[in-house]
Every structure is written in structure tokens, then in C-alpha cells.
């Protein structure tokens, strides 16, 4: 991503996934906004190839604000980390803003994360949610990718798909090249300079989330796997106390069988090898998961892939 000549202050990126109902009136909001605080702006919308008809809705905002509104649509589902790296890499601005396309975060709320950006000078300022208005399978699944982030990065607060970021940061994110792409490893990777501000997060209006159970597990296992290597030292750690568990065992059955004479039975066999033999699975299925990413790798797999640009 090349610095832009224009002079814009902000990009606003809106990753856009069956949300026809909700576009028009989140243009007109961002743009008050903006009016209001007197900053130019311009909004990227990234439409990744949902089924109802956001992307006609997306036409018409574009033909009526031709200046301010870039819209693209990607040839199938990438994703929403995915859609904002394919909106990053055409943004303009100065600095970047990515929000939801479903106004549960409301779009004046902006207005704060540039307060705390211009206070904290900070590379990297989060939203981060008051109330979490989602459904209850929504509130684990946020809560287990919550921890699991913690957990890797060693970070304090919470992490939300809210966030200004400065120009100089977002344009690191070019150079990563795994087609799975997580915004915010990726971004905790590069700085440490993070500021934090609490936001209002609304009731969903229309439809529901297009993240599921599955997507959630989906993400936490990418989450483990793409940026730590904790499987494969948890795999070594248990085959250690494995190893000592199973040595103990077998000088127990040998002395029992010098000493007592007692019969080492056919059961005793059978367990020990259906243990070792599903402890080696175990390790070979880790291994494997991992070796399946470095061969996406290799084979150069898209982050993304665009039908058409406006």
C-alpha cells in the first residue's frame, strides 16, 4: 500500500455481510459525523459476498456520493478480518477506522476513538464495549477468543473490530502474507503503542450475526495454531509424562512378575498399546495441522479475491 497524495484524514472501512437494511442510514450517520468534527473523510466498503442485496444497496450510495464511497465486492466469503485487509490496502487516509456494517456500534461514536487517539497518541486505539448486546452463545464465544488472545499476546484489555489505527501501522499489515488473517495479532505484533476507550454497543436492529458457533471455534483454533507453537510444546510435555507414567507401569508389572509371580494378562497388553497408540495419533494429528498450514502457505492461498471495484 503506497502512501496517498490526497490529503484525507480519515478511511473508514466497513466490512459488509447481508446488511442491506442497515448501509444507507450507517453512510449518512458516518458522514454527520465527520461534518460535525470537520475532517474529510472517505468510506471503503468491502462486500464479502453475503446473499441478500447489500451490494445493490451499495451501488446506489456510490452513485449518489461518487467522491467519498469506494465500494468493492469480493468473489466469495473470505471473511471479515480478510474484507478489512482488502479495504486497508486501497484506503487513502491518514488514518483508518474500521467499523461493523450493523449498527451496533453506533457511527457517532467515532468522535471518540479520534479524542483518544489525539489525547494518548497512541498507534492503535480500540472501542471497547460498555454493554455487549449480543446473544448468549455470542458472549462465550467472544469471551473464549477473549481469553485465547490474553492468553498468546500477554494483553490486558479486550480487543474489538472497533478501532482508528494510524496510517504507517495499517500499511505493515501489506506485507503479511498467510491467507487466514487476524487484524489484531497481526496489529499487537507490530506495536505496543494501544490506547483504549469505552463505547456504546447497541441492540442489533436487523438479521443476525454471521458469526455462529462453528466460525467461533473455527477462529479460536486458527487463533491457537497460526500464532503459537503451544500445541506442539503441550504435545512434547505430554509425551514426557507419558513416557515416565508408562516406565513406572512397566517396572511395576515386571517386579509384580519376578517377585509375586503375578500373570501380566492379556488386558494389561491391550491397554498399554491403545494408550501409547492414541497418544501417537494425538501428536501426528497436531504435527499434521500444523504442516496443512504451511502448505497453504507454500501454495500461496488468496487473503482475498475481487469480482469488482467502484
Request: hydrophobic letters at 40%; aromatic letters at 14%.
Amino acid at each position: 500500500m503506497e502512501k496517498a497524495e490526497n490529503n484525507l484524514d480519515f478511511t473508514v472501512i466497513v466490512p459488509v455481510y447481508n446488511s442491506e437494511k442497515t448501509l444507507e442510514e450507517l453512510y449518512q450517520r458516518i458522514q454527520n459525523t465527520f461534518s460535525k468534527l470537520n475532517r474529510t473523510f472517505e468510506i471503503i466498503f468491502v462486500e464479502d459476498c453475503g446473499v441478500d442485496k447489500s451490494w445493490e444497496v451499495l451501488c446506489r450510495i456510490k452513485s449518489k456520493n461518487p467522491n467519498s464511497v469506494t465500494i468493492i465486492k469480493l468473489a466469495r466469503n473470505f471473511g471479515q478480518h480478510n474484507a478489512i485487509l482488502c479495504g486497508i490496502r486501497y484506503s487513502r487516509g491518514k488514518y483508518v477506522i474500521t467499523i461493523d456494517d450493523d449498527l451496533q456500534i453506533p457511527p457517532e461514536e467515532i468522535e471518540k476513538l479520534i479524542n483518544e487517539y489525539e489525547k494518548s497518541k497512541s498507534e492503535l486505539v480500540y472501542g471497547i464495549y460498555k454493554n455487549r448486546k449480543q446473544k448468549f452463545y455470542r458472549n462465550i464465544g467472544s469471551l473464549l477468543i477473549q481469553l485465547i488472545f490474553k492468553w498468546l499476546f500477554k494483553n490486558k484489555s479486550e480487543i474489538t473490530s472497533f478501532r482508528l489505527i494510524e496510517y504507517e501501522l495499517a500499511s505493515k499489515l501489506s506485507n503479511h502474507k498467510q491467507s487466514f488473517v487476524f487484524l489484531d495479532g497481526l496489529l499487537h505484533w507490530y506495536t505496543k503503542y494501544i490506547s483504549y476507550v469505552p463505547v456504546n454497543h447497541l441492540e442489533r436492529k436487523y438479521g443476525k450475526s454471521g458469526y455462529n458457533l462453528k466460525k467461533l471455534i473455527k477462529l479460536g483454533s486458527n487463533l491457537i495454531f497460526n500464532f503459537s507453537t503451544i500445541p506442539l510444546r503441550t504435545m512434547i510435555f505430554l509425551g514426557f509424562i507419558f513416557s515416565i507414567i508408562t516406565f513406572i507401569l512397566g517396572v511395576i508389572f515386571i517386579i509384580r512378575k519376578i517377585i509375586f509371580d503375578v500373570p501380566i494378562g492379556f488386558t494389561s497388553i491391550i491397554v498399554s498399546i491403545f494408550f501409547v497408540g492414541s497418544v501417537i495419533l494425538m501428536v501426528i494429528g497436531v504435527v499434521g495441522e500444523y504442516i496443512s498450514r504451511i502448505f497453504a502457505l507454500q501454495n500461496d492461498k488468496p487473503q482475498f479475491s475481487i469480482k469488482e471495484i467502484k
